[in-house]
């Protein structure tokens, strides 16, 4: 879901955790160096509390275990590419099995 806000653009996807270990050190460096790369600024927000997704820590206290239902926010110029791309690694459970 993609709408205008002012000059930037706001996408959000939902998310599950389907990988075993869930969101542990190797996934949140793979979604910090991700969010890196895009101009917008992208969140990852659980149970109400919201982490920027260029901040590791942030993203590791989350608490993401297995199972876990987060919403991926974008916000800027290239929101939806961005959320699209972290949902994807979300969907390819981190490369791990």
Known sequence: MAARKSDSMVAERELWVENRLGLHARPAMKIMKLAQQFQS?????????????????????LDCPQGSRLVVRAVGPDAAEAALAISRLFIQKFGEP
């Open 41 to 61: 600024q992208v969140y990852l927000e659980k149970d109400g509390v919201q982490a920027s997704a260029r901040d590791l820590l942030a993203l590791l206290t």
